[in-house]
């Protein structure tokens, strides 16, 4: 069974933030966007990762994520090399994209149990914008989160491209973009 943000057992003073990274060969941002009306899935791999969690005060933990956006895949070999130039994400000039967490608040009406809205800030064509994510970290139940040597985080929400600049494309490639980001952490 798998446990969520919130459902984590009382510790005691005995546990301190730990640190996770997350395998950078292997975790892709998943994204989908609209394509003339169609959603479309694409994907960038993850270059760098580090989560801190503090299973006393949840909301203290930090995430800080960088992207590839130059090995962005849409599945479609013409909408890569599109999604490279400068009225989209410009990779010549913003090779990465950057979300590090401000806040992250737990136990609010709306959310399902063991979900957390992830406060941050998204960097995307040397532009910086607010952003809310939905978050979850699993574990194993039988395991205290301070002591999950593999938790698994999930984070999804939603952006507007054009809010970044990337508005190449208008009338053929829709602004809203949806994320979606399922990895195993690991301890480090």
């Known amino acids: 069974m798998l446990a969520g943000l919130t ?8 546990a301190s933030p730990r640190l996770y990274a997350l395998d950078t060969e292997g975790p892709r941002v998943g994204f989908t966007y609209m394509l003339d009306g169609t959603p479309l899935r694409a994907d ?4 760098q990762a580090r989560v ?10 930090r995430i800080d994520v960088t992207l590839d956006a130059r090995a962005a895949k849409l599945g479609l070999n ?13 990779t010549a000039n913003n090779p990465t994209i950057r979300f590090v967490s ?3 608040r737990t136990g609010l009406d709306g959310l399902e149990d063991g979900d957390a ?18 978050a979850r970290i699993d574990h194993d139940s039988g395991t205290p989160l301070h002591l999950a040597e593999a938790p698994m985080v999930r984070l999804t929400g939603e952006i507007s491209r054009a809010a970044f600049g990337a508005t190449g494309y208008a009338g053929l490639v829709g602004d809203r973009i949806r994320l979606d980001v399922d990895a195993p952490l690991r301890a480090v």
């Open 7 to 14: 459902a984590v057992p009382s510790i005691g003073a005995a």
């Open 44 to 47: 960038m791999p993850v270059r």
């Open 52 to 61: 801190a969690i503090d299973p006393t005060n949840l909301g203290a933990a």
């Open 78 to 90: 013409f909408a890569d090399a599109a999604l490279a130039r400068p009225g989209m994400l410009d």
């Open 102 to 104: 401000t806040e992250l």
């Open 117 to 134: 809205l992830v406060l941050g800030e998204l960097t995307m064509r040397g532009q910086t914008r607010p952003v809310t994510l939905t």
